[in-house]
Structures are given as C-alpha cells and as structure tokens.
C-alpha cells in the first residue's frame, strides 16, 4: 500500500464553469455550486465522492473559511478529509491545483475539487476600486478611489520600455491579440477583434495603460476535479496528466527600485519543467498566460524563456503581425486560446481557473473552432498581486 502510494499520479478528470459576464447578484457560492455541479457532470462523479475541497477567496461576496462555507451550503462536510481556502492572490487557482495534485501524490485524499470564482463586475466601478486597492493596500497608495492596480503595473510597464525599449504599441498588441481569440469562444465577454486603433483610442488610465489593456472585470466561476489515476479509470473523460508543478514568490509590495530580481515567474517555471522532465520550455505545446495588463503577459514570455529577456514586446509584435487575417500567414496563436484576461473576462482572483479549463479543453482536443493541430501538453500561468505570486502547472494527455 505504502509503495502503491509513492507512486501514485494526479490526474484532471472533470473542468466545468458558468457563464462569464453579469451575474443577478453578488451571491458567489451560486456561482461556485454551479460550476462545481458542471465539473462534477463533466466527470461522471457526485458531490458525496469528494474527499478534499479547496476553495480561492472573492472579493464581492467574502466569506469567513470561505472553503469551509461553500462546503456547509453543499451539505458535504462529512465526507471531507481536507477543506481549505487558498489565497495566492491571482495565482490561487493554478497554486490550488498544485497543492492537489501533491495531496493525491501524496495518497492522502482521492478526489479534489478546485473552485474558483467572483462577482466583481456587479460590484459597480466605485465599490471594486476602493475594495481592490484596500486588499493591495500598497503603502505608497492610499487613495482608494483611485485605480491602484492599473497604477502598480503601470509602473513595470514604464520600467520595460525605458530598461528593454519596449514600444508602446507593442504592448496594446497584446489586448489586440487576446480579442483575436476570444471572438472564436461563445462565452467570451468580449467577442469582438479589436484593432491597435481601439486600444490607444480607449480612455487612458495611466501613463502608458489604456481602458482595454486592463483585464475585464466580469462575474462568473470556474472549477476542475482532480483524483488518482486508479479512480480516473472508470470516469467520463480521458485523464490529463498534472505532471509539473511550480511555485515563486516575489515581494508583497511593488517596490520603488524596480529589477529583474523581483520578478518569480522564472523560478517557478523551472521548478514546474523540471517535474515535467522537460528541458525547454518550447517542448510544450499551448500556454494559458496570465495577462491581467499587458506587462504581465510580456514578463512572463521573457521570465519562461519564449522569448528572450527584454525581448517579449517584440515576440509580442511579431504574433500581432503573423495572425493579422490580412498577413497571409494563417498563424494560429497557441497562447490563450480563450481569451485570456483581456477579453475573456476576469473575476478577481479565478481567471487563471478559465485558464487551466481552456487548457485541460485543448489537451483533450475538445476545444472546437479554437482547437490547436497539437496540442498533447499545455502550461498554464498564474500571477498573483503585483508579480508577488507566480504559479505554473503543466499538463499532459
């Protein structure tokens, strides 16, 4: 049994999620009971045969052991052998996959379920800037009226562009890029290809961050099931393979000397491609990139090794340019097949959620229109704070 134990592999079985947009109300545990019910179908198993729960925090709708409430309201807390809330800020979901799928390694539990979700977008504009800004609570920014995390990445972006020269039109290509994917996904929140045009043309908020270079506040939720192999084999889905996993912390404040020490995302890529038994990272065949501003996306191309350090505008260029429907190319982008942040939709700390489920879709080649011609293993990236969290996974047919 010990032995058995030992070697024992994490696997993805179930990936379920709600609409993305406006919700009726603020009442998040709706939100999560609805994707876990939709992740638990895509499975083939019921809420009685989980043995673990873990649960990221909302912002709109906080609960107290938020994890422990959402177990109360689905009547399972009998059944659980572990019940945790995980907050890692923008990365939680990706962390909260890694910490199950050490837990199932570990042959302490079976079954996990991984719930993710938020109803910001309902909040209104006023009640999101004051609650985001007071949960970053940066020391240098206190006027919580203001929209603290626009200026906070603003910040790395302006650092980029004088450190690399970084252009500013290269980082509006990013958003560009993300609205190019999202129009081949029902339910996106943005559906519509947007041009470099409109994303300079959209209100400024800062010195070099436009209005459609911020992540799209939305409501909605996310949720994935995770269990052994030995259980996988008689379930709906073909299992995906959780087979890296890694982790990097940064600093819990921006601080005012920006440098390339600050940033965690190399780390825990290394770590998550060495589990893999990958040596580079172009061996895996779709990304999921966080991209809640542009900065974001382009640090972690860099901070990975897609491209090369100070070069991520560039790369950034380059896919703008091979996957305009005028170039000829046909270039089909595997980065983001969804949408990402940018045009997909953003609740608060699940995004990243959406990111693995569109991962988990590609691998098992179940992702439609937007299906990659390969895709047998994917990375999925979550960043939380201002680059303090950054967790990656890998996955595999």
């Not at 190319?329 to 959620?353: C, D, I, R, Y």
């Amino acid at each position: 049994m010990q032995i058995e134990k030992m070697f024992m592999k994490a696997v993805l079985v179930g990936v379920g999620e709600t609409a993305v947009g406006k919700s009726d109300s603020i009442a998040v545990n709706s939100l999560l009971k609805k994707a876990l019910e939709s992740a638990l179908a895509d499975a083939g198993l019921k809420k009685s045969e989980l043995d673990g729960l873990i649960v990221c925090p909302a912002l709109a709708d906080s609960k107290f052991m938020a994890a422990h409430n959402l177990s109360s309201e689905l009547e399972i807390c009998g059944n659980l052998k572990f019940c945790s809330t995980l907050d890692t800020g923008g990365a939680s979901p990706v962390s909260a996959l890694i910490l199950a799928k050490r837990l199932i390694e570990l042959g302490a539990l079976e079954t996990i379920a991984v719930v993710a979700g938020d109803a910001v977008l309902s909040l209104g504009t006023s009640e999101f800037l004051n609650r985001a800004g007071r949960s970053i609570n940066h020391p240098a920014y206190q006027d919580f009226t203001q929209p603290t995390i626009p200026l906070l990445y603003n910040l790395v972006a302006e650092w980029h562009m004088k450190t690399y020269g970084t252009k500013r039109e290269q980082l509006a290509m990013v958003p560009v890029l993300m609205s190019r994917q999202s129009a081949k996904h029902p339910g996106a929140i943005n559906r519509k290809e947007l041009t470099l045009e409109d994303i300079l043309n959209s209100k400024k908020i800062a010195s070099v961050t436009n209005l459609l270079e911020c992540a799209r506040l939305a409501d909605g939720a996310g949720a994935v099931i995770v269990t052994s192999e030995k259980r996988a084999g008689d379930l709906k889905q073909k299992p995906i393979f959780v087979i890296g996993g890694g982790e990097g912390v940064g600093p819990a404040h921006l601080p005012a000397q920006i440098s390339q020490e600050i940033f965690s995302a190399k780390r825990a890529a290394t770590i998550a491609l060495a589990e893999a038994g990958m040596s580079k990272i172009h061996n895996i065949d779709y990304f999921g990139i966080y991209d809640c501003f542009p900065i974001c996306f382009i640090k972690f191309l860099e901070d990975s090794g897609l491209a090369m350090e100070g070069h991520g505008g560039y790369w950034v260029e380059c896919m703008h340019n091979f996957t305009s429907p005028n170039s000829g190319f046909n270039h089909k982008l595997q980065v983001n097949t969804h949408g990402g942040l940018l045009s997909f939709g953003a609740p608060w700390e699940a995004p990243a959620m959406f990111g693995i489920i569109e991962a988990v879709r590609q691998v098992r080649n179940q992702a439609g229109e937007r299906q990659l011609a390969k895709a047998s293993t994917a990375l999925v990236y979550g960043n939380g704070g201002i680059f303090t969290s950054s967790a990656v996974a890998i996955l595999s047919r």
